[in-house]
């Protein structure tokens, strides 16, 4: 601690050993922070696989731009100086640097405002991921934080994007979920298209308030969904039922077309839809089998979305909700010249990961990066130790030297506590050195410049746990 921040006396220092946890903003453990860093690694060496770039955008946005969305305006963290007044009151200064700021509640707002300003400098159709930390101010409950990780996946074009862009970030997210620790998963595939055309070849025209309705499917159930469409949208109840059967299809395959044409559904739109989400699954299992699934009850975004939208569920963890959602959009940012379409999808990574943790699902295959615990026989000897430590780090081994040169069997006992799998005894004065693996006692010769361990021991890994999940 600086001399200048030490506690005026006794009494703050008892204060200080009693700071209560913040709910909302999550800090993992040392050995639960390695199951996140695995997942943010997955996430982007795939996506670098299909050749995304990662980006970062800074975390703040003026208000004005966040509050665009309107409903979200309760939960904007808005950032000022302590001291803001006076000269330096926004309200009483005309430099754009004095507005009001509000940190991110997530990556698209920025994403659109960070693609118009460097327009001229990216090349288009542009294919970025981004991980990164967003804001908002709603209520902590299980999976849902105040400071969380997001990750987001998307291909922006300018002026048109093709419609195949569609099945291909589902296919890149699909892979990455399939890389993850996790148990089964399912990603649920819709498109606009498709319910709109159908809405209309009933004879339904307010699209709008027919997908609301069917949005509430989840939570209220199908008898007071069918009291909402009588209501709200002036469906018949012939109509209504059409709306039920059409938001219970579900399907593996492209069998879900037949099905919408013995409802009712007919028309060029239909068939456009039927034929956009057909490649997205014939796409999708192509690449990852088995996890793509045709459901027309997903309604949530279709006034945003303008083509496929995607939500992904985790089998035995469908209270967790969607952990990865996302779709078409054909307007993620408009100036006096262009138009930026795109499609994306998003992690809520910290909910995931949150998950992962509580009910068991993964873990490391140790608490700590270190490999090898290098021993130190005597102060004056420890120069040979980090010896050693330099040569196994120059050849990517994790290691670290043993903090104090107490007697070898507390040292064990140190790196065993850690989980730290070997310990090094540096022979000195001609004498050659030894490891020991501390889980089965062997103990053999070795030289820093050539030893290996097993490879699954060089690095830490993260298992998934064969454990029954918890809803």
């Known amino acids: 601690m600086d001399p200048g921040t030490q506690p005026k006396n006794q009494k703050d220092v008892h204060r200080m050993a009693k700071i209560a946890a913040l709910s909302g903003f999550p800090e993992w453990l040392p050995a639960e922070r ?43 963290y808005v950032l000022r100086r302590l001291h803001a007044e006076g000269e330096d009151a926004p309200e009483q200064t005309g430099n754009d640097q004095s507005r009001t700021l509000g940190l991110h509640f997530d990556l698209t707002v920025p994403l659109a405002r960070y693609v118009l300003e460097h327009q001229n400098d990216l090349a288009f159709p542009l294919r970025r991921f981004q ?18 990780y997001q990750a987001d996946l998307d291909v922006i074009g300018q002026d048109t994007l093709p419609g195949h862009i569609e099945a291909e970030v589902a296919t890149v997210m699909a892979e990455i979920l399939d890389r993850l620790p996790m148990p089964q998963f399912t990603i649920h595939a819709n498109t606009r298209r498709l319910s709109e055309g159908f ?37 018949t109840p012939e109509q209504a039922q059409a709306c039920l059967d059409f938001a219970a299809i579900r399907t593996r395959d492209g069998s879900f077309a037949e099905q919408v044409r013995q409802l009712g559904g007919s028309g060029e739109m239909v068939e456009q839809g039927i034929a956009e989400l057909t490649a997205v699954l014939e796409r999708v299992e192509a690449a990852v089998p088995g996890v793509i699934m045709a459901d027309l009850s997903i309604a949530r975004g279709l006034d945003y979305y303008t083509g496929t939208v995607f939500e992904t569920f985790v089998t035995g963890h469908e209270s967790l909700g969607s952990i ?35 009910a068991g699902l993964a873990r490391p295959s140790r608490k700590v990066p270190t490999c090898v615990l290098v021993s130190v026989a005597d102060e004056e000897q420890r120069h040979l130790s980090d010896a050693v430590a330099r040569s196994l780090r120059s050849r990517g081994i994790p290691c670290e030297v043993a903090p104090t040169a107490a007697k070898f069997g507390k040292q064990i006992r140190y790196a065993d506590r850690r989980g730290i799998p070997f310990i090094w005894f540096p022979g000195g004065e001609g004498a050659a050195d030894e490891v020991k693996d501390i889980r089965s006692g062997e103990q053999t010769a070795a030289e820093a410049t050539v030893w290996e361990p097993p490879a699954e021991d060089r690095t830490v890994r993260v298992l998934a746990a064969e454990q029954t999940a918890t809803p």
């Open 34 to 76: 390695l199951v996140e860093q695995h997942v943010i690694d997955v996430f982007r060496e795939v996506a670098e696989l299909h050749g995304f770039s990662g980006i970062e955008t800074r975390a703040v946005e003026p208000l004005e731009q966040l509050l665009r969305k309107g409903e979200i305006d309760k939960e904007v």
């Open 131 to 148: 991980i990164q930390k967003v804001w908002r101010g709603e209520r902590p409950q299980d999976g849902r934080f105040r400071e969380f």
């Open 199 to 235: 809405f209309r070849s009933i004879g339904l025209e307010d699209q709008t308030a027919v997908l609301r309705s069917l949005d509430k499917l989840p939570k209220v159930g199908a008898e007071a969904v069918r009291e909402l469409l009588l209501a709200e949208t002036g469906a």
């Open 324 to 358: 990865c959602s996302g779709g078409r959009y054909d307007s993620l940012a408009v100036d006096n010249r262009h138009t930026y379409p795109g499609v994306g999808l998003s992690i809520g990574l910290s909910r995931l990961v949150s998950r992962l943790l509580s």
